[in-house]
């Protein structure tokens, strides 16, 4: 188990994060990636994957090892907003009501199957992650800080499901698609469960503070973008508007993402500058729950992915990277 000092290096915390999970998770190393960018900047993700490719236990080893209070809610169609925000109870013993704080009250909130809510009590958890603060029977209250929603969600079994709408699936800051384990990945689990049948979450432990956390924020909003990346950042959600494969490109909300998550993955990198290769290695997560495919592209069987992919071949990129590295250094 390794600690990142306490200047809450980027890098450092995100290594310690990794080396934790680690411990349980057998690779995975991207989807761990995405889970620490998220956190440096305030961003909700949401998981997609078939039963069994332990989509919560990933979402719970992160919460364990980063420091936060974590919840977990299990999504069904009988639950209600208030069995997530929290309500008011009424005391027998002093004849008072008293607030009684919901799951949504915790740095990192675990929302397990997400689409198997009905949408008023999804639109109570999306308006958490929008407003970062709940109405509870008039009463308007702040949620703790840092704050992040991991939801998963199983596309196999789609009865008695409710499908999150466009605009709700926007807030989420990236969909990270849970595929199953390579050959080797998945011999890497047999072995490990194999020497220790019991190992499980709670053999985790915080390497990582809270202040680390909000530290390591501090960093990541430093990082130096040049303008030739934010252009590449909008010509390519341009493209998803232009593109005949899509009938409703990205949003504007696609654009920050870009820019929030580019700045957390360079500094998980130890750079202070984003290149355009950062913005292509998170075209994927960012835009594949944001576009709406025209129906000739669902016809063809084309995935979001595929038609992301066709995007970034069309889109120029910009020059070499030291010269983003320039302006960084000019800049100070």
């Known amino acids: 188990m390794t600690a990142p000092e306490e200047t809450g290096d980027p890098e450092a915390v995100y290594d310690a994060l990794s ?3 680690g411990r349980v998770l057998v690779g995975r190393e991207d989807v761990v990636e995405q889970l620490t960018v998220a956190l440096f900047t305030r961003g909700h993700v949401l998981m997609e994957g078939v039963p069994g490719v332990a989509k919560t236990t990933m979402a719970t080893l992160f919460a364990r090892a980063s420091g936060l209070t974590h919840s977990r809610v299990q999504m069904t169609p009988d639950i209600l907003p208030a069995d997530i925000t929290g309500t008011h109870v009424y005391r027998e013993a ?3 009501f008293d607030l009684q704080r919901g799951p949504v ?11 198997r809510a009905t949408p008023k009590t999804q639109s109570a958890l ?7 603060n709940v109405t509870i029977e008039g009463e308007t209250l702040p949620l703790p800080g840092p704050f992040m929603v991991v939801a998963t969600q199983n596309p196999i079994e789609l ?9 709700q699936r926007d807030r989420f800051q990236f969909k990270i698609d849970v595929g199953l384990p390579d050959r080797a990945e998945e011999r890497g689990v047999l072995d490990r469960f194999d020497d220790e049948p019991e190992l499980g979450p709670e053999d985790i432990e915080a390497v990582v503070s809270p202040d680390e956390v909000r530290t390591a924020r501090e960093a990541v909003a430093d990082v130096h973008v040049a303008d030739p990346v934010k252009e590449y950042i ?3 959600v341009a493209a998803t508007r232009d593109s005949t494969a899509v009938e409703y490109g990205a949003s504007p909300r696609a654009s920050l993402a870009f820019l929030d998550a580019g700045k957390a993955r360079a500094a998980l990198r130890g750079r202070e500058y984003v290149i355009p290769g950062d913005v292509k290695a998170l075209a994927r997560p960012v835009l594949r729950h944001r576009l709406v495919l025209s129906a000739e592209a669902e016809l063809g ?16 990129t910009p020059s070499a990277d030291a010269e983003f590295a320039a302006a960084s250094t000019a800049r100070d």
């Not at 999306?126 to 970062?132: D, F, G």
């Not at 069987?301 to 120029?316: F, K, Q, T, Y």
């Open 19 to 21: 080396d934790e999970v």
């Open 94 to 96: 002093t004849g008072e």
């Open 105 to 115: 009250f915790a740095n990192v909130v675990v929302a397990d199957e997400v689409n």
């Open 126 to 132: 999306l308006e958490a992650m929008q407003e970062r």
């Open 159 to 167: 009865e008695g499901t409710f499908e999150l709408p466009e605009a």
């Open 234 to 236: 909008l010509d390519v």
């Open 301 to 316: 069987e084309r995935s979001p992915d595929a038609v992301i992919g066709s995007l970034l071949d069309d889109v120029p």
